[in-house]
């Protein structure tokens, strides 16, 4: 669809990325470090924002950042800086060092063993680099704007579409003589129509988008203005409905919340704070006998995929919902040891913090039932296509959100509906999940089909 | 006054600001500036009675301007060389399309802002790590103490001393020292398989003696640890439509979604806000004004001037009901044609100025807020919320409280869990027909997203009555 410029690929801003990374490492071994890990990012992004056909924003950035974590004996700091001058390192890790010594002991603390760690780094396919220069960006926002508004005469506003491109590059080494490297690239496409209500003036936002390892692979902007349109003109005439019990049904982008849900509730470091509704459930029935969910870390240009964590173990594929049965956590080594298991390579690292856990490409696996025929097997329910607010306690798994969508009245969608919130318990509703569509769509780390559960309260007037 | 700003203090000289204005000020350009900032962040937390994280950040940017008619065209970079500063200049620049051609710039005249909301030294909060260990260890003694259910505590101080710089291509040049902290506590109770959470905390632009003053560190641990027992014991929340009477404080958050965003004038100059076009009209009953302040000493939510270099204000949105003002910054002002509030905000220099909230609160009224209560004959008494969101274009908010009671006969009966209160936007303070003389703002820990940027926002509120509003909850009424 796309021309691609190979000869002009991006630069990175620094050169040697991993010799920093051994320097930082050698001085924290001098001022007392016992043991160490630096991760060092460098990207550029390009963004561009037109609205109502001119260009409303450019942004261009360059940024790097160097994050440090040092143990000495058990007890451990972790500091970053954007400032990767000699001397400026030299106190960061001096500072490191004195701040680590300040906290206490943690006998669980400390890096990977050594046999642990990536022993290879496989080509995931997640960098492209295709330069997309501004005027490209902006004529692609403003086709996408454009398609959006010519769709519906009753798309009289926009918020606007943006174009957006990032690269950047990751180098983690640690003390036991690591190092790993790896480039990414993401290309996003989005379009922020606004509707306006002929009769009642009232107005309605939707969006729409794409976003993609792969330029070449981004969806035409034609098919996401139109896409973007078609969500935002069909919200128009929503009504409040009367508070009763029902089926809800889920659209694959609201069910990708959920599915962020259970994510969140089976990474390691809520479980042993005992702050999660999934603890102590490991080996137990937590969905239907016919769900699996799955993160992986492996897939081919994945959105989440990476060659190694963020403490250099090797990712993988890990089943977490096996048969319905939460066969496993996701874990890093200090949560897992925390709980007596080991790290299931989803260590993720944001450069100035100590590793926390994050999926990879996480997913509920997709059934054969296509949305229609879940839709149309709803005589009285609703159908959620948006959700706000954050009404959810991760550690009773209590649900109580703000929704958006559409009435169901025999199999069809009646009417848009708002201004209702959707209750249930996480634990009660995965296990009460009935249908699972056949349309999974990665947009993003985390997704899902379309999912029915049985019933939810929901509150409207 | 506030302090003056060396600019060495960025490793740039009045020359080289001078000379990336010069380069970006082309002649379709309408305003530029330079936005320097330093940041050093800290952190220390503590979990299962030990504090045994420590973290620091330090970063370093300068972010560069240039808008022309609605467009803006901007960079940034964490190299504050003159060579980066001139790339920065070169893209900002580009959506005004006229490459060559620029323009002399006033040579930039240091300033400082006439006032200091936050006389906070960096050693007042530079104590020693030592010190920041020994409060979080006595916060988990205490949390414990209040009651043996308590099985776990978290307890996180952190910490944040900005200094920033803005040099405009009008002359300006101004800088502002900017501390900024908060102490959270979260305590997990559990009795009989049921857990439940807590939280409490408080903050702002203060220094470390604030959260020893009264014992205040150990407030915060009792109150996490009550908010987690009380809701062992807390039913779940019946959905309907039912009069709800909000607590002062905290639940101020009602106006930050409901209204605040919606008046902000990004939204407004596109038209895509609920409230776009009301101004002048009634959009809150009489018992209502609501004021974004940003001028108030020592709150999270206060800065002595906006990341443009404007003064911080004191803006009349809602008067007794009837929609006044917007929340500006300059570029929307400019193209508005209304006043400059002094609400630009950014994240980071890395982020693109947007208006942006300070601390918006309702004024108070003469209600008892005893009488609020007894007023109410079947309904919700919400005193702590968790978060809140809205959909700016139809009005619609929601936010979900963490601490709540029925009000049955008048009276405070059981507590409830899991109540979630969505409403419009324009149309929810038209049902607040009392209001109390009990205004309380927040404690210091709010902060609001908006187009991926966080920045630190109060909030306030005196205890009011919501005639009807939709409750969520799984429980049948």
Redesign the interface.
């Known amino acids: 669809m796309h021309q691609q410029n190979p000869d002009r690929a991006i630069q990175p801003a620094n050169g040697h990325l991993a010799q920093l990374a051994a320097d930082v490492l050698a001085m924290a071994k001098k001022d007392g470090a016992t043991e160490a890990d630096v991760v060092v990012a460098d990207g550029e992004n390009l963004s561009v924002q037109v609205?109502l056909g001119?260009?409303?924003?450019?942004?261009?950035?360059?940024?790097?950042?160097l994050g440090l974590r040092v143990f000495v004996g058990k007890r451990?700091?972790?500091?970053?800086?954007?400032?990767f001058s000699s001397e400026?390192l030299r106190r960061?890790v001096s500072?490191?060092c004195t701040?680590?010594r300040?906290?206490?002991e943690?006998s669980m603390?400390g890096l990977p063993e050594p046999e642990q760690l990536a022993q290879e780094q496989p080509d995931l396919d997640i960098y492209d680099d295709t330069k997309v220069d501004?005027e490209r960006q902006i004529e692609l926002a403003k086709r996408a704007e454009s398609a959006a508004m010519a769709t519906d005469e009753r798309i009289a506003?926009?918020?606007g579409a943006d174009f957006d491109s990032s690269w950047g590059r990751v180098v983690l080494g640690n003390s036991h003589g690591f190092v790993g490297e790896y480039r990414s690239s993401s290309y996003s496409l989005a379009v922020s129509p606004?509707a306006v209500d002929p009769a009642s003036g009232?107005?309605?936002?939707d969006a729409w988008y794409d976003v993609q390892r792969k330029f070449i692979k981004l969806e035409t902007p034609e098919a996401i203005g139109i896409e973007a349109a078609k969500r935002t003109v069909r919200?128009l005439g929503?009504r409040?409905i009367a508070?009763k019990?029902v089926p809800v049904i889920f659209d694959r982008e609201t069910a990708g919340s959920l599915l962020g849900n259970l994510c969140s509730a089976a990474s390691g470091y809520g479980l042993y704070?005992?702050?999660s509704y999934l603890?102590g459930q490991l080996g137990q029935q937590v969905a239907p006998d016919w769900i699996t969910v799955v993160d992986d870390g492996r897939m081919i240009g994945g959105l989440g995929s990476r060659p190694f964590d963020g403490e250099g173990l090797p990712t993988r594929r890990n089943t977490i919902v096996d048969k319905g049965m939460l066969a496993s956590y996701l874990l890093d080594t200090y949560s897992g040891k925390k709980l007596g298991l080991p790290s299931t390579g989803n260590a993720s690292r944001s450069v100035?913090?100590?590793p926390s856990v994050g999926p990879t490409n996480f997913y509920l696996v997709p059934g054969t039932t296509p949305a229609e025929d879940i839709i149309r097997s709803v005589k009285d329910g609703l159908y959620v296509t948006e959700l706000?607010?954050?009404?959810i306690?991760m550690?009773?798994g209590?649900?109580?959100?703000?929704a958006?969508g559409f009435w169901i009245e025999n199999g069809q969608l009646a009417y848009p509906v708002?201004?209702?919130?959707?209750?249930?318990?996480l634990k009660r509703m995965f296990m009460d999940i009935e249908s699972v569509g056949s349309d999974l769509v990665f947009r993003g780390r985390i997704a899902s089909p379309t999912l029915k559960i049985a019933e939810m309260?929901?509150?409207?007037? | 006054m506030a302090q003056l700003i060396p600019l060495d203090s960025f490793g740039v000289t009045e020359r080289d600001v001078e000379g990336a204005l010069g380069r970006v000020k082309v002649r379709n350009v309408d305003y530029a500036d330079l936005y320097f900032e330093s940041c050093v962040s800290e952190s220390v937390s503590m979990e299962e009675s030990l504090v045994k994280r420590a973290t620091k950040s330090i970063s370093q940017g300068v972010g560069v301007r240039a808008t022309a008619g609605e467009k803006t065209g901007f960079a940034y970079s964490d190299e504050l060389t003159k060579r980066d500063l001139e790339l920065a200049a070169d893209t900002a620049r580009y959506i005004a399309h006229s490459p060559g051609g620029t323009e002399p710039v006033p040579v930039p005249v240091r300033s400082r802002p006439t006032r200091d909301l936050y006389p906070v030294s960096h050693s007042q909060l530079e104590v020693a790590t030592a010190e920041r260990v020994a409060l979080l260890n006595r916060i988990d003694e205490e949390a414990r103490r209040y009651d043996p259910r308590i099985k776990n505590v978290m307890a996180s101080f952190n910490t944040e001393y900005k200094i920033v710089m803005v040099a405009t291509s009008e002359g300006t040049l101004i800088g502002d020292v900017q501390p900024l902290s908060r102490l959270q506590v979260t305590c997990i109770a559990e009795e009989h398989g049921n857990r439940q959470i807590g939280s409490f905390g408080g903050g702002g632009r203060i220094g470390f003696e604030f959260y020893r003053e009264r014992d205040r560190y150990l407030d915060y641990a009792k109150e996490a640890a009550r908010i987690a027992i009380l809701n062992l014991s807390s039913d779940d929340a019946q959905a309907g439509v039912m009069p709800v009477v909000l607590g002062g404080g905290w639940p101020g958050i009602l106006l930050h979604e409901a209204i605040g965003h919606g008046l902000e004038a990004d939204f407004n100059r596109k038209k895509t806000s609920a409230f776009s076009n009301l101004i002048g009209k009634r959009v809150a009953s009489e018992v209502c004004t609501i004021v974004d302040d940003g001028t108030l000493p020592g709150r999270r939510g206060s800065l002595n001037m906006d990341d443009e270099g404007t003064p911080t204000s004191r803006t009349t949105l809602i008067e007794k009901g009837i929609l006044r003002g917007y929340i500006t910054d300059r570029l929307n002002a400019h193209l508005m044609g209304i006043p400059v509030t002094g609400n630009g905000r950014r994240e980071s220099y890395q982020s693109i100025v947007l208006p942006r909230m300070t601390n918006t609160f309702m004024l108070a009224g003469q209600s008892d807020p005893d009488e609020i209560i007894r007023s109410v004959d079947k309904g919700l008494y919400a005193v702590s919320f968790g978060g809140g969101q809205v959909d700016i274009t139809n009005g619609k908010f929601v936010f979900s409280a963490s601490e709540a009671y029925l009000i049955e006969g008048g009276k405070i009966t059981r507590p409830v869990k899991g109540a979630t209160l969505i409403g419009s936007g324009p149309d929810i303070l038209t049902k607040v027909s009392m209001v109390g003389h009990d205004l309380k703002l927040d404690e210091g820990i709010g902060t609001c997203g908006k187009e991926g940027q966080s920045v630190p926002v109060g909030v306030g509120l005196p205890t009011i009555r919501i005639d009807h509003i939709t409750v969520g909850g799984t429980q049948a009424a």
């Open positions: 609205r001119a260009v409303d924003r450019l942004t261009k950035a360059r940024e790097k950042r451990s700091a972790t500091t970053s800086t954007s400032d400026s960061l500072e490191t701040l680590a300040a906290v206490v943690d603390s501004a506003n926009s918020e606004v009232a107005m309605q936002r919200r929503a409040k508070t019990r704070k005992g702050a603890a100035g913090e100590s706000i607010g954050f009404g306690n550690v009773t209590d649900y109580s959100r703000g958006g708002e201004e209702i919130t959707i209750a249930g318990n309260m929901v509150a409207g007037s």
